[in-house]
């Protein structure tokens, strides 16, 4: 059985690793010279930048692709739990450290809001349900049938489903910081926390249940020790290849072209490329009305502007994951989610992986990227003016409210947008996780995992059921792993 894997995405490498164990012949295509999509590795100067992921969760996940093949994880990666998860800073200087340690959760919640305090453990109690229901039963299993999404709906409705995942931390909890803090994991994978469904609040129990990991070496080192057990197993890797064209006979896929120019013939293909783009581009199959509404009518996750920066300072007071808000959050948020227009009140991400592992940065340096969530290119923003400007804006932020001085201590830096998720990495509109995860764009309503419209095509990966984060597209491999 020949299977060819388009794309080297966490997804792609998944998949391509669990078809391998089914004993298909397989090859992996991937339109760069380096593996990884969105986890790639970007080294400059003696620094080393995870280009996307950083926080690792359900690492069991990531274990299983090893185990499969009977080899021991630890031989090829090394990733650790993190102490403190994330800090939350706010404009009045406020900072809040979140944590699996619950009694100081719970201390520094009472602090703030005493009456919070049983909110939160109530919170956490129905996150489990959720977690229980959207999790454990169902990411990992295929959701092509509508009488199977059907069957599941009563007990989604249950679980509220129908709020967004702000409003069930708010029935719960009366402090706005503690809201924002309690609310913030749709961001995580593309979502608005003000709109996307509250089935999404269950990423705050899948947190607590295994932790916040961190790869040592980067997140880059867990691609790295994937490519060398696909090596042993005898994949093909195929790097600088990208496949331009798919052909197909009696509505099934029989053969593709790469770069425009070799013709490979297949059994099976599985797209780790973004789902509306495939289709866009490479799919050729006839007309299906229902499946064409489908598409057109979808929203896409919002853009990311990522600076990736290297100081000759050490900051070392700031921690490996903060998260600052801004005054204006929701109005930021809906302006980037709706209005698709830039707003200067920011919220951003600052990653600093030296926090916990100095072989990131040259002795002596820290190594930093800080991302702020933008419009996607539905925005018809010009980056090339917008991106510099983005940049002043961000460092200047930084300066005044976490890292002082930095201007001056800046030795090395580039910046990514939305263009680069478009161009290079192939996704409609350069959205930063494909399309959003509303409940219309989820499970049976999300791109199917085996192809709508063309045998023999699938899909793994952030377009796909579950969804984006990296615990989100291996559930996808594992879809396919019953599928296929
Ligand atoms: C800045 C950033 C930070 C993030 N932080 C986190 C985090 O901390 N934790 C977390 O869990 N998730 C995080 N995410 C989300 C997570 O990284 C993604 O959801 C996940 O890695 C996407 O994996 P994927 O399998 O969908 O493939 P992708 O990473 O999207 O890779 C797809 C690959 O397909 C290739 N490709 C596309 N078209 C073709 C073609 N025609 N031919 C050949 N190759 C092709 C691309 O070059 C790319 O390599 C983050 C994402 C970003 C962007």
Redesign the pocket.
């Known amino acids: 059985m020949k299977t060819v894997v388009?794309?080297?995405?966490?997804?792609?490498i998944a998949a391509a690793l669990r078809m391998r164990a089914k004993g298909h012949d397989v090859t992996l295509?991937?339109?760069?010279d380096d593996?990884?999509?969105?986890?790639?590795v970007f080294e400059r100067n003696g620094f080393k930048f995870d280009?996307?992921?950083?926080?690792?969760?359900a690492p069991y996940l990531i274990y299983e692709l090893f185990e499969i093949f009977n080899k021991n994880p630890s031989d090829y990666i090394s990733i650790k739990p993190l102490d403190i998860w994330y800090r939350f800073v706010f404009e009045d200087g406020f900072s809040f450290d979140y944590s699996g340690d619950e009694n100081s959760m719970k201390e520094q919640i009472e602090k703030i809001n005493k009456k919070d305090v049983n909110g939160y453990i109530k919170l956490v109690e129905f996150t489990k349900k959720i977690f229980n229901k959207g999790f454990t039963e169902l990411s990992d299993v295929p959701f092509d049938k509508p009488i199977f999404m059907m069957k599941q709906l009563p007990a989604l409705l249950n679980l509220k489903s129908y709020k967004s995942v702000y409003s069930l931390v708010s029935s719960y909890i009366e402090n706005e910081k503690l809201r924002r803090i309690l609310s913030m994991h749709p961001l995580?994978?593309g979502g608005n926390p003000f709109t996307t469904t509250s089935i999404y609040g269950l990423i705050l129990y899948l947190e607590k249940k295994w932790g916040i990991h961190y790869s040592m070496g980067g997140t880059g080192a867990i691609i790295k020790g994937l490519e060398k057990l696909m090596v042993e197993e005898k994949i093909e890797i195929k790097k600088n290849?990208?496949?331009?064209k798919f052909f197909t006979e009696n509505g099934k896929i029989n053969s593709l072209e790469i770069n425009n120019s070799n013709k490979i013939y297949v059994d099976n293909v599985i797209c780790?490329?973004?789902p509306p783009?495939v289709y866009d581009q490479?799919v050729n199959s006839k007309k299906n009305s229902l499946f064409d509404w489908k598409r057109k009518r979808m929203d896409y996750s919002m853009g990311?502007f990522?600076y990736y920066f290297g100081t000759k300072k050490i900051y070392k007071n700031i921690a490996h994951h903060t998260i600052k808000f801004g005054n204006k959050y929701e109005e930021h948020l809906k302006d980037i989610f709706d209005k698709k227009k830039l707003n200067n009140d920011i919220s951003y991400y600052l990653h600093r992986p030296t926090a916990t592992d100095r072989s990131m940065a040259p002795v002596g340096n820290d190594c930093f990227y800080v991302?702020v969530p933008v419009p996607n290119n539905q925005s018809g923003i010009n980056w090339t003016i917008e991106g510099e400007k983005m940049k002043n804006l961000v460092i200047e932020k930084m300066q005044r409210q976490l890292l002082p001085d930095l201007k001056e201590n800046i030795v090395e830096d580039f910046y990514l947008t939305p263009d680069y998720f478009e161009k290079?990495?192939?996704?409609k509109y350069g959205s930063?996780?494909?399309i959003q995860p509303k409940f219309s764009q989820s499970a049976y309503f999300r791109f199917h995992n085996k192809s709508e419209i063309c045998k023999g095509l699938y899909f793994?990966?952030?377009?796909t059921h579950p969804g984006?984060?990296?615990?989100?597209?291996l559930s996808s491999a594992k879809v396919l792993d019953k599928i296929i």
């Open positions: 388009i794309g080297s995405g966490f997804g792609g295509l991937e339109k760069h593996l990884g999509g969105r986890a790639r280009g996307g992921p950083t926080v690792i969760t995580l994978v290849s990208e496949a331009t780790n490329a973004d783009n490479l990311l990522v991302l290079e990495l192939n996704t930063g996780f494909s793994v990966g952030a377009g984006a984060g990296v615990p989100g597209v």
